[in-house]
């Protein structure tokens, strides 16, 4: 892979860089150069430890040097507004330049929430690929709702049909579907950028979409295809040593954190038996209300096993003032209470037995390679799908039912961590959890799918760039 120079480009979310720097490393370590392109900065790259070269790409008119995002445009439609222009431009005298420094970028790959950076690349005459950050079911329904040739749009916007029938997937209840997708969601604004997406790929003559997840866990899907797409199941994007990958026994973190990473906690875990530890965490956005925190928290108490639970740092005071209510409740008893952690190597420690989540698809993925069942309680967007498909498709974990406020009350906490802790019959869950974790092992690995499919792609762009 000499002459290939790879440039990915990533929305600044702890959600999108992560599987993206993951894809970085395993490209350098295939042979090719790659360029990553990103707002975030100093400190927190410190860790990557892989010849990936860096350059800063704001999306936005604030300095890239300035660790702060400060003041946003207030909208949603204002804000990516600006991200496509400032980005747009950006990205392009950023491919103008790196090709005078004899460094011309044959390969550009982008993210979700950046569908302007495929017309970019289109222009300047460099192939692109879209890197789905979600799992394969939420792109394929994405594709269909926004699709041209297809009726479901119509049909979900006066009232979703049930159930809803797409190839390759379960049937599916208009809660299964990502929640933007429904006019109820407070975030329904970021649906034209969904439908861009769609659109820019439809543009292409043979678009083609990298996915983070693997063959075997996505198969009726993937098999059942999209039209004219190419894609290529590449995942799980995770830190190789923990994918009992021994070439790569350095990769232990993805090398990226956006909050301050506690490390007290491994001790504490350390002095736990095997399995018997909840991991609590609500991934890198969510935010809980206060009544949720509360339910949560007497649930948890109420279950009788030791807990760690990531509480992040709140912009807000008004939220600040719940995280350490909770805190003072908490501290001291049998859970701890972190603001972030190295949640794959947490995921991985002996003592864990569950994890509670929001179904974030990097934490579904980290959680299911790690044979950790799962207590799912879904907040928004993709993960309304992920925690249908990790109770009903895969069998490792139970969704936590939710009131008509949205909140899991603590009986419901209790009853799931009774399931999946064991306390009750728990159904196979930790025999899928230990299947699912081996067969994703085996994907990664020289000659498993996801590895034969990184080769494919790179193939695949040499027949038809050269
Ligand atoms: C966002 C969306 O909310 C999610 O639905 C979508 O699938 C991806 O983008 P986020 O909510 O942050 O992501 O969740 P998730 O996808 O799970 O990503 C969180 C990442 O942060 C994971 O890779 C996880 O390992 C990491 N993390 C989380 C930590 O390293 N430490 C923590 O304490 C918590």
Redesign the pocket.
């Given at each position: 892979m000499n002459h290939q120079h790879f440039l990915i480009t990533s929305f600044r979310?702890?959600?999108?860089l992560?599987p993206t720097i993951q894809l970085a490393k395993r490209l350098v370590w295939a042979g090719a150069r790659v360029t990553y392109a990103t707002a975030v900065h100093g400190r927190n790259l410190r860790t990557i430890k892989t010849p990936i070269s860096m350059e800063g790409l704001s999306h936005t008119s604030f300095s890239v040097n300035n660790d702060d995002d400060a003041v946003e445009p207030s909208s949603y439609e204002d804000r990516m507004r600006e991200i496509k222009q400032v980005g747009s431009r950006n990205l392009r005298e950023l491919i103008v330049s790196l090709s005078e420094k004899d460094r011309p970028v044959t390969f550009l790959i982008y993210t979700v929430l950046l569908p302007w950076a495929a017309d970019v690349a289109r222009d300047l005459g460099v192939p692109s690929a879209f890197l789905s950050?979600?799992s394969a079911a939420v792109f394929a329904i994405y594709h269909h709702y926004f699709n041209s040739q297809s009726g479901f749009y119509q049909s979900c916007k006066n009232k979703p049909p049930t159930p809803i029938s797409l190839p390759g997937l379960p049937p599916l209840t208009p809660e299964d579907l990502p929640s933007f997708l429904l006019p109820t969601d407070p975030n329904f604004p970021v649906v034209p950028t969904f439908q861009e997406h769609i659109l820019t790929l439809e543009k292409e003559t043979n678009p083609c979409v990298l996915l983070n997840t693997f063959d075997a866990l996505e198969e009726d899907l993937i098999k059942a295809g999209l039209e004219n797409m190419k894609l290529f199941a590449i995942g799980p994007l995770i830190p190789l040593a923990y994918l009992d990958y021994k070439d790569h026994p350095l990769d232990n973190s993805?090398g990226c954190?956006l909050y301050d990473c506690s490390t007290d906690y491994l001790q504490w875990l350390d002095s736990k038996p095997a399995s018997s530890v909840i991991y609590v965490?609500f991934?890198?956005?969510?935010v809980l209300k206060k009544n949720q925190m509360e339910e949560l928290c007497q649930g948890l108490r109420e279950s009788g096993h030791p807990f760690l639970w990531?509480i992040r740092p709140s912009d807000t005071s008004e939220q600040e003032e719940v995280n350490t209510m909770m805190k003072g409740r908490l501290d001291g008893d049998f859970g701890l209470i972190v603001p972030?952690?190295?949640?794959?190597e947490v995921l991985n420690h002996k003592s864990i037995g569950c994890h509670v989540t929001?179904c974030?698809?990097?934490?579904?993925l980290?959680s299911l390679t790690a044979g950790v069942p799962m207590i799912a309680c879904p907040q928004f967007?993709?993960?309304l799908t992920n925690a249908k498909l990790v109770q009903d498709v895969w069998g490792i974990g139970v969704k936590a039912r939710a009131d008509g406020e949205g909140v899991v009350g603590r009986e419901e906490m209790k009853r799931c961590l009774d399931l999946v802790m064991g306390v009750t019959h728990e159904g196979g869950m930790r025999e899928n959890a230990s299947k699912w974790k081996a067969l994703a092992r085996r994907a990664v690995k020289e000659g498993g799918s996801s590895d034969n499919n990184l080769r494919l792609l790179w193939q695949d762009w040499s027949e038809n760039v050269f």
């Open positions: 979310g702890q959600g999108h992560n950050i979600q993805f954190d965490s991934g890198s956005l969510a990531v972030w952690c190295l949640q794959v929001h974030g698809w990097n934490s579904t980290e967007s993709d993960q």
